[in-house]
C-alpha cells in the first residue's frame, strides 16, 4: 500500500507515469469512468478549500467511485475522537483517506492507525498533488521539464516545499526567491537537494529579485491558511517579490504561475494574473486531472 504524504514517496518512474496518466485522462476521460467502480474515499477538511475540495470530489465521480466530504463540522481531527480511532472507523467504510490538515503529523497519524492509501491534500509541510498538476502544467507550455528553471517568489511556505520536491524529482531547476528568513523547509531543501543532483538540476534560496531569470515565474500567498497574521502587515517586507510586469519582463519568464487563491495586487497583480503568460486557471483544471491520475494509481483495484 503507497500513501501520498509528503511528495518524497515516488520515484521519477513513477512521477512521470502519475502525469501521463493524468494528461490520458484529460484527453479521454470516458474511457476511465469505471476504474474506481464500488470504490469511495473520506475527504476531510480541517481549512477551506475551493479547488482541491472540487476536483477530489469530482475525480472520485469521474472514474465510477465515491468520495464522502468530512467538513469537520464535530470539530478539529482528534478532538472528539482520538485520531487514530477516526482512521480505524473510517477505514472499515472507505478506499482512501484525503485530507487537509493543519499539521502533517495528522496525516501520518492517519495513515499509522489506518489500512488504506492516505493522500496529503495540503498540511503545513506540503501540498504533493498541487506540485504534480504545476508540472503538469509546466510541460502542456514548454513541452519538457528536464533543465526547465522554475522560480518561487515570495513566502517559502508548503506548495514551496512540494515544488522543491517534485521539482528535484522531475530534472527541474527550481529557485526561490524570498526574504531573509522566509525560505522554504530546510530539512526538506536538503533532502530534495540530494535528489536534484542525482537528476542533473539544482536547487537554489536566494534574496534578490533582481537576480531572478527562469522560464516560470510562480508565487502563492504572503500568509497561509492557519497563521492569523494580516496581510497588510507584512505587505512592506513582500511587496519587492510580487510578480509584475516588470519582474515578468526582466526574469525571461515565458509563463506564471500561482496555486490560488491569489490576493491580486499583493503577491501578483491584475496585469500579470490576466495577461497572456498567466496559466494559473489552467493549473486550476489540471487539478481534477492529477487527482483522478493519483487516486487511480493508490486505491488498489
Ligand atoms: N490551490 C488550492 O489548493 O486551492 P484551494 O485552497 O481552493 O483548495
Ligand atoms: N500556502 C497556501 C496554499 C493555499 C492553497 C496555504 O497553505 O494557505
Redesign the pocket.
Known amino acids: 500500500m503507497r500513501h501520498l504524504l509528503t511528495g518524497f514517496e515516488f520515484t521519477q518512474d513513477e512521477y512521470l507515469d502519475i502525469l501521463d496518466t493524468a494528461a490520458a485522462m484529460k484527453k479521454d476521460p470516458k474511457k476511465y469512468a469505471h476504474v474506481l467502480e464500488g470504490k469511495s474515499g473520506a475527504i476531510m477538511f480541517e481549512k477551506p478549500s475551493l479547488r482541491t475540495r472540487t476536483t477530489f470530489e469530482l475525480a472520485f465521480y469521474r472514474l465510477g467511485g465515491h468520495g464522502v466530504y468530512l467538513d469537520l463540522q464535530n470539530g478539529e481531527l482528534g478532538k472528539r475522537e482520538t485520531i487514530g480511532d477516526y482512521s480505524r472507523n473510517l477505514c472499515r467504510w472507505v478506499d482512501s483517506l484525503v485530507g487537509r490538515v493543519f499539521s502533517q503529523r495528522t496525516l501520518e497519524e492517519l495513515a499509522q492507525y489506518g489500512s488504506v492509501p492516505v493522500i496529503n491534500a ?1 498540511s503545513d509541510m506540503y ?1 504533493p498533488a ?1 506540485a504534480m498538476a504545476d508540472y503538469l502544467t509546466v510541460r502542456e507550455h514548454l513541452g519538457k521539464l528536464q533543465g526547465v528553471k522554475l522560480c518561487y517568489m515570495g513566502d517559502g ?3 514551496t516545499n512540494s515544488l522543491l520536491v517534485a521539482g528535484a524529482i522531475l530534472g527541474v531547476n527550481v529557485d526561490c526567491c524570498v526574504p531573509e528568513g522566509c525560505g522554504p523547509d530546510v530539512q526538506v531543501f536538503a533532502k530534495a537537494s540530494e535528489i536534484a543532483k542525482e537528476h542533473g538540476c539544482q536547487l537554489r534560496v536566494f534574496n534578490d529579485p533582481k537576480a531572478v531569470r527562469a522560464d516560470v515565474l510562480y508565487t ?2 504572503w500568509v ?2 492557519g497563521d492569523n497574521t494580516p496581510l497588510d502587515s507584512v505587505k512592506k517586507k513582500y511587496m519587492p517579490y510580487q510578480i509584475n510586469d516588470a519582474l515578468v519582463a526582466s526574469s525571461g519568464a515565458q509563463i506564471v504561475m500561482h ?1 490560488l487563491p491569489a490576493h491580486r495586487n499583493y503577491e501578483i497583480t491584475d496585469e500579470v494574473m490576466d495577461g497572456n503568460k498567466s496559466v494559473v486557471f489552467d493549473e486550476a483544471e489540471n487539478r481534477l486531472h492529477i487527482h483522478m491520475s493519483v487516486l487511480s494509481k493508490l486505491i488498489k483495484a
Open positions: 495540503l501540498h498541487q511556505n508548503n506548495v502563492d500567498t497561509s491558511m496555486c
